[in-house]
């Protein structure tokens, strides 16, 4: 017999939880709502700390979805710091760290994802970071302003955002990244130099093609060691080695999981009235033809909402065209819609030296993403495309003309 009773049960206490909260009380439903997260904190957004929490310019509220008396208002329960232990699909159940039962109507898997944590040599050695709470960011903060050299490991948005915002205050940082440009698996070798060129303007110091071999140190790390010889010396180190979704939870409830919990293209996991979003969601993708999962902000926010909606009963599919942004300090902002899983073609539109371009990645004709540095307006147009499966063989010069209207490219 479970210990109570609730109508919706979301799990995780990151973006996607909270915002199926707000939508199923903005849809009118009344039913009760717990909302169960493992962190202490009030349900908030991860980007700023690599930006403006991680340079001093933000406090911790102002990362937060909504505020502890939002809750109360909309009658949701919130239980921070706590860990739902197990799931029971067919009995409708879940148990929490501490020893109750929950019963519930339907629930949502906004378990989020895990940091790749590296198993090499002088892994132990203390001043080694990886970033993904409140607290790390708080940690590196504190070591980068003691110290006289900071070692990035990995050169995708992590590595890059947060050496820009050290950067930025006047720490000295450098990039070591097994890619040979940063940002490049995402935007490839062009755009990727463009980003570079700016880490390196402004005092950042880039190693492509170095993978990591070890860390040395006395206890704390001294130096990193890449598999090439080269030793790069440093008081701390941070890592971006990526994240995997976390489906523990799923996993040992029975559902179906593959790099991530396996959804249809409504969101809803292989038990009936159980939903996933955000990191820890891999869908069916009725845009791309595929199965995607999407590690960003906006997409968890997006999908948090959706499955709220379809809890409701609406049962649409998923639509949504991933969107990505990022920012190296004030010296660039990016934004992106795809993902692109592969190209064989790129198209430029505007002007890279003055920091005013898209860039469009085609693959057999069709739109797979696109990149955009301060022409936000291309992406709306980007995003239909994509949507649409728009074919723009014809329109390769229309693309690459800043001057032309892209809303007629049909």
């Known amino acids: 017999m479970a210990d109570r009773e609730v109508d919706f049960l979301l799990i995780g206490g990151g973006l996607a939880s909270a915002h199926c909260a707000?939508?199923?009380?903005?849809?009118?439903?009344?039913?009760?709502i717990l909302l169960v997260g493992r962190e202490p904190e009030l349900p908030y957004e991860r980007p700023p700390l690599s930006k403006e929490y991680l340079r001093g310019d933000a406090g911790r509220e102002d990362a937060h979805v909504n505020t502890a008396g939002w809750y109360e208002e909309n009658g949701i329960e919130l239980l921070t710091g706590v860990n739902v232990m197990s799931l029971d699909p067919e009995a409708r159940t879940a148990k929490l760290q501490g020893g109750d039962e929950v019963a519930f109507g339907k629930a949502l898997l906004g378990t989020g994802a895990m940091v790749n944590i590296l198993r090499v040599e002088g892994?132990?050695?203390?001043?080694?970071?990886?970033?993904?709470?409140?607290g790390n960011s708080d940690a590196i903060r504190?070591?980068?302003?003691?110290?006289?050299?900071?070692?990035?490991?990995?050169?995708?948005?992590i590595g890059t955002e947060v050496a820009a915002s050290l950067a930025a205050k006047g720490i000295k940082c450098t990039i070591g990244m097994m890619e040979e440009v940063a940002l490049s698996r995402t935007f490839?070798?062009?755009?990727?130099?463009?980003?570079?060129?700016?880490?390196?303007?402004n005092g950042v110091t880039v190693h492509g093609g170095e993978e990591l071999e070890a860390f040395e140190g006395d206890g704390r790390v001294r130096a990193v060691v890449t598999k090439s010889g080269l030793a790069i010396e440093c008081d701390t180190a941070v890592v971006g080695a990526g994240v995997r979704a976390d489906a523990m939870l799923a996993q040992r409830a029975g559902l179906e999981v593959d790099d991530g919990v396996v959804c249809d293209s409504k969101l809803q996991t292989s038990v009936e009235g159980i939903y996933a979003a955000g990191d820890c969601c891999s869908y069916d993708s009725?845009?791309?033809?595929?199965r995607l999962r999407v590690e960003h902000w906006d997409v968890a926010m997006q999908q948090g909402m959706h499955a709220a909606r379809n809890?409701?009963?609406?049962?649409?599919?998923?639509?949504?065209?991933?969107y990505f942004f990022s920012d190296l300090a004030d010296w660039a902002s990016l934004e992106y819609v795809g993902p692109a899983h592969g190209w064989d073609e790129e198209i430029w539109r505007g002007d890279r030296d003055a920091g005013e371009?898209?860039?469009?990645?085609?693959?057999?004709?069709h739109v797979a993403g696109a990149l955009s540095v301060e022409r936000s307006e291309d992406l709306a147009e980007a995003r239909r495309m994509l949507a649409d499966r728009v074919d723009v063989s014809d329109a390769r010069d229309r693309l690459a003309d800043p001057d032309s209207n892209l809303a007629e490219i049909a």
Do not use: C
């Open 188 to 201: 490839g070798e062009d755009a990727g130099r463009w980003f570079q060129d700016k880490l390196e303007a």
């Open 311 to 322: 809890m409701l009963g609406e049962e649409l599919d998923y639509t949504v065209v991933p």
């Open 357 to 365: 371009f898209s860039v469009w990645y085609l693959k057999d004709g």
């Open 286 to 290: 009725v845009v791309h033809g595929r």
């Open 142 to 157: 504190a070591d980068a302003e003691a110290a006289e050299h900071v070692v990035l490991i990995g050169g995708s948005y």
């Open 123 to 134: 892994a132990e050695n203390e001043g080694i970071h990886y970033l993904r709470a409140f």
């Open 22 to 32: 707000a939508e199923l009380r903005k849809r009118g439903t009344e039913g009760s």
